[in-house]
């Protein structure tokens, strides 16, 4: 029976090659793209456990109808006529997060076929809150600081006082001040400018986060696993920089290694600025280069020279 059913496997499987074109390969092509995709979203991720959860479950459907196991068949059909709703269910918060980025990624990019985005305003708000968090973790002040992106998170923001202001390292350090206000929510800034102070963030739910770590750092993880959000975190313990990104925590950044971070995340170059670049670089590279041979040009000729003088002293 089951030779059987392996040749007719294999036959069906020959004849459908033979049948495919070249549109059937790149529909191929796209779904394993967008499993590799999917796999990558949720591996690590809470929603990890439940797929492979799932998977066991197909794979149990599969041996059943190999084997013929009736009862687990009728068992397994069964649970899969709900399977579906059941999953929309289970995975909702994955599924929210994962259309959030995919629809903040595509107005992104379209925006950015008409418009530059401004790199140096960015670069001197960066600047502004690696100030600020460099003069915080030596005095072990604590703060939360979210950097906005395509994202919206008006709604954490309406729990909190909107400010509206300029990015500048003495405010940030005077919200943080532990007896002010507005110390112990979360600072938002969008668009290159303090919107929001004392802002109420949703906490992580995930478990295998270090139970040393307080409110803050889960709740800086917890709005960057629900939008693309980059947020700073000073621990009021230790003084530690750590920086959240895609549900991720970094923890133990110097102000130097925060400034990169912020950089690599928030600033978006323009092809030709980054051409631009690439041409100041090689510029530079070349006149680099020009500078070292002349100067080892002169080392020569100040050798050949003093060696001319020790000869003709010798002579004389």
Not at 138 to 154: M, Y
């Amino acid at each position: 029976m089951l030779s059987e059913w392996l040749d007719n496997f294999f036959t069906n499987v020959k004849q459908t090659f033979s049948l495919m074109s070249f549109v059937d390969f790149v529909d191929i092509a796209c779904v394993a793209i967008a499993l590799y995709f999917a796999y990558k979203f949720i591996r690590d991720r809470r929603a990890g456990k439940l797929a492979l959860g799932v998977l066991l479950i197909i794979c149990f459907l599969i041996i059943s109808e190999l084997v013929e196991l009736r009862a687990m068949q009728f068992i397994f059909r069964n649970v899969f006529q709900v399977g579906v709703i059941t999953l929309v269910i289970v995975f909702q918060p994955e599924l929210r997060s994962l259309l959030e980025k995919m629809g903040g990624g595509s107005i992104k990019s379209i925006k950015s076929i008409g418009e530059t985005k401004d790199a140096d305003d960015t670069a001197e708000t960066i600047e502004q809150v690696c100030a600020a968090a460099s003069d915080m973790s030596k005095s072990k002040t604590g703060a939360l600081i979210v950097f906005e992106k395509s994202t919206k998170i008006g709604e954490y923001a309406a729990t909190g006082t909107v400010i509206n202001s300029n990015v500048n390292s003495f405010l940030i350090k005077n919200i943080f001040y532990n007896k002010a206000p507005l110390h112990d929510g979360a600072l938002i800034i969008r668009n290159n400018r303090i919107y929001a102070a004392g802002c109420v963030l949703p906490l992580t739910s995930q478990s295998d986060l270090n139970r040393d770590l307080g409110t803050r750092h889960r709740a800086a993880v917890g709005v960057s696993e629900n939008s693309d959000s980059v947020v700073v975190v000073v621990s009021e313990e230790t003084g530690r920089i750590s920086v959240a990104v895609n549900g991720v925590l970094n923890i133990g950044l110097t102000p130097e290694a925060l400034r990169e971070t912020l950089r690599d995340n928030l600033i978006t170059y323009s092809v030709t600025e980054v051409l631009k670049a690439k041409s100041r670089i090689s510029k530079n590279k070349n006149v680099t280069s020009r500078r070292k041979n002349s100067e080892r040009n002169e080392k020569t000729e100040k050798i050949e020279k003093s060696e001319k003088i020790e000869a003709e002293s010798e002579k004389n």
